[in-house]
């Protein structure tokens, strides 16, 4: 039964036009991206690395495929959460507008798998997702430009992967970000439990990620004590994947917390669904 509930799940979310805007926007953005570098990368990467020629030699490729994913992933993945809110903010509250909410709860099956399957369905939609996106991103940038050792400016140092050492922690950083986006996913579903409004939920998911991004982008001694607990902080940990060595410290605890977030979002969805009345 968990299963047939799943595939219709799947189906409905098919079935929406909305959830086909991510696929187009990603295609969209990763093609824009990779001509503009296509044409004036170089141009670009000089007027990068410019000011580094005086005291550093940097010889090879600098602008090949690995620099291109990496540059479309800092574009891309903050504005994924976005993307898959369109589709799991509603997931309930949607059909609690139409109506059919109390249809699907005359079948034999609890409230909590009615709940466990819109999740996992929402999960499904968002890996389809990240394999678009890295099949174009990654598979498109090497394509297109190549392999080579992949050099990432940060605000105090340079840190130079060599080429056999970047593809693995791509898969792991479209790993997190799934585990990321999921938090999202998680957190759409348990706000879509508690209102009958079909875009309510998209549209207060959308605010709370970018408000929680801004207040994560400020270096200030009063949001310095806020921002370790908004899931959000944890959302750009894929980051820290590219550092050398990598801080497996942080990556477990961030990990963790991002893990913790969707048990206790689902957790609330959970219990709040099976006490809610049902009236339309």
Same mark, same amino acid.
């Given at each position: 039964?968990?299963?047939?509930?799943?595939?219709?799940?799947?189906?409905?979310?098919?079935?929406?036009?909305? =959830?086909?805007?991510? @696929?187009?926007?990603?295609?969209?953005? +990763?093609?824009?991206?990779?001509?503009?570098?296509?044409?004036?990368?170089?141009?670009?990467?000089?007027?990068?690395?410019?000011?580094?020629?005086?005291?550093?030699?940097?010889?090879?490729?600098?602008? %090949?495929?690995?620099?291109?994913?990496?540059?479309?992933?800092?574009?891309?993945?903050?504005?994924?959460?976005?993307?898959?809110?369109? +589709?799991?903010?509603?997931?309930? !509250?949607?059909?609690?507008? %139409? $109506?059919?909410?109390?249809?699907?709860?005359?079948?034999?099956? &609890?409230?909590?798998?009615?709940?466990?399957?819109?999740?996992?369905?929402? =999960?499904?939609?968002?890996?389809?997702?990240?394999?678009?996106?890295?099949?174009?991103?990654?598979? $498109?940038? *090497?394509?297109?430009?190549?392999?080579? /050792?992949?050099?990432?400016?940060?605000?105090?140092?340079?840190?130079?992967?060599?080429? %056999?050492?970047?593809?693995?922690?791509?898969?792991?950083?479209?790993?997190?970000?799934?585990?990321?986006? &999921?938090?999202?996913?998680?957190?759409?579903?348990?706000? !879509?439990?508690?209102?009958? %409004?079909?875009?309510?939920?998209?549209?207060? #998911?959308?605010?709370?990620?970018?408000?929680? #991004?801004?207040? $994560? &982008?400020? /270096?200030?001694?009063?949001? /310095?004590?806020?921002?370790? @607990?908004? @899931?959000? &902080?944890?959302?750009? +940990?894929?980051?820290?994947?590219?550092?050398?060595? +990598?801080?497996?410290?942080?990556?477990?605890? =961030?990990?963790?917390?991002?893990?913790?977030?969707?048990? *206790?979002?689902? $957790?609330?969805?959970?219990?709040?669904?099976?006490?809610?009345?049902?009236?339309?």
């Amino acid at each position: 039964m968990m299963y047939a509930l799943i595939r219709t799940e799947l189906y409905k979310i098919a079935k929406r036009p909305r =959830s086909y805007i991510g @696929f187009v926007a990603i295609l969209l953005i +990763v093609f824009i991206i990779e001509f503009a570098l296509f044409i004036d990368g170089a141009s670009y990467i000089e007027f990068i690395f410019q000011q580094l020629e005086s005291f550093l030699s940097i010889e090879g490729k600098v602008l %090949n495929g690995y620099l291109v994913c990496f540059i479309i992933l800092q574009t891309l993945i903050i504005q994924m959460p976005l993307l898959v809110a369109l +589709v799991t903010g509603d997931v309930i !509250s949607g059909e609690a507008a %139409n $109506g059919t909410l109390r249809l699907l709860l005359t079948r034999p099956v &609890s409230r909590t798998e009615v709940v466990m399957a819109k999740y996992i369905a929402g =999960s499904f939609y968002v890996l389809l997702l990240l394999l678009l996106l890295g099949a174009l991103a990654l598979g $498109g940038s *090497l394509l297109l430009f190549g392999e080579g /050792d992949l050099i990432i400016l940060k605000s105090e140092t340079i840190i130079v992967l060599k080429s %056999n050492d970047v593809l693995w922690r791509f898969y792991a950083a479209f790993g997190i970000a799934f585990l990321s986006l &999921s938090v999202v996913s998680s957190f759409s579903l348990m706000l !879509s439990c508690f209102t009958d %409004n079909s875009i309510g939920p998209i549209i207060l #998911t959308m605010a709370v990620i970018v408000i929680f #991004t801004i207040i $994560g &982008s400020f /270096d200030l001694p009063l949001f /310095d004590h806020i921002k370790p @607990f908004l @899931f959000t &902080s944890y959302m750009i +940990v894929w980051r820290n994947m590219f550092d050398q060595p +990598v801080d497996w410290g942080i990556m477990q605890t =961030s990990i963790l917390i991002l893990i913790l977030h969707i048990i *206790l979002f689902l $957790g609330v969805s959970i219990y709040y669904f099976n006490r809610k009345d049902i009236h339309t």
